[in-house]
T-cell receptor, first 114, second 115 residues
């Protein structure tokens, strides 16, 4: 158990809908990263927050947004969902930001868009 | 240029054998190269990592070999065990002004160790 929690574990929804994925980092970790894992694209970095501030952005669609709250939990909002958004979404956390900080991954949220 | 290419896509090894997974990159600004192990239904977990100023790092049965001039690095699993059956991802992280800690992953290698 990495200490990173993600809810829900599974999410099934329809095209055009909006969902919110939630992540609680390990105690003491200030950085949160979101990654998308799909069969065709592999594991792709979406966005990173550090202590409430956006730190880096990857290939995140405009339909997707995220935020990190004062208690350091983070939410990833996915709107106008398309079939291609079906994937595993992972949250990871680390103590600081920067390349030598080990990232601890949560168990993921499996999103299925029908 | 921000890609990491990983091979093979899948690998079958007999118990006790050596598993070798290779990765290559183009961007010389990458400054940190971790390997992650992922079991079905779980998130990736850090296995071992190396910095480019080191040519080899060993932790137990796991060794990373790093060739900076060739821009290649590889994971060797010695005495492979059925419990090592998992998907392995190489990754890279930018240093310098691009340093945020975000990881760029290879496509993954599914390893099956046969008893």
């Amino acid at each position: 158990d990495s200490g990173v929690t993600q809810t829900p574990k599974h999410l099934i929804t329809a095209t055009g809908q909006r969902v919110t994925l939630r992540c609680s980092p390990r105690s003491g970790d200030l950085s949160v990263y979101w990654y998308q894992q799909s069969l065709d694209q592999g594991l792709q970095f979406l966005i990173q927050y550090y202590n409430g501030e956006e730190r880096a952005k990857g290939n995140i669609l405009e339909r997707f947004s995220a935020q990190q709250f004062p208690d350091l939990h983070s939410e990833l909002n996915l709107s106008s969902l398309e079939l291609g958004d079906s994937a595993l979404y992972f949250c990871a956390s680390s103590v600081g930001w920067g390349l030598y900080n080990e990232q601890f991954f949560g168990p993921g949220t499996r999103l299925t868009v029908l | 240029q921000q890609q990491v290419k990983q091979s093979p896509q899948s690998l079958i090894v007999q118990k006790g054998g050596i598993s070798i997974i290779n990765c290559a990159y183009e961007n010389t600004a990458f400054d940190y190269f971790p390997w992650y192990q992922q079991f079905p239904g779980k998130g990736p977990a850090l296995l071992i990592a190396i910095r480019p100023d080191v040519s080899e790092k060993k932790e137990g049965r796991f060794t990373i070999s790093f060739n900076k001039s060739a821009k290649q690095f590889s994971l060797h699993i010695m005495d492979s065990q059925p419990g090592d059956s998992a998907t392995y991802f190489c990754a890279a992280s930018l240093g310098g002004s691009g340093n945020t800690g975000k990881l760029i992953f290879g496509q993954g290698t599914t390893l099956q160790v046969k008893p």
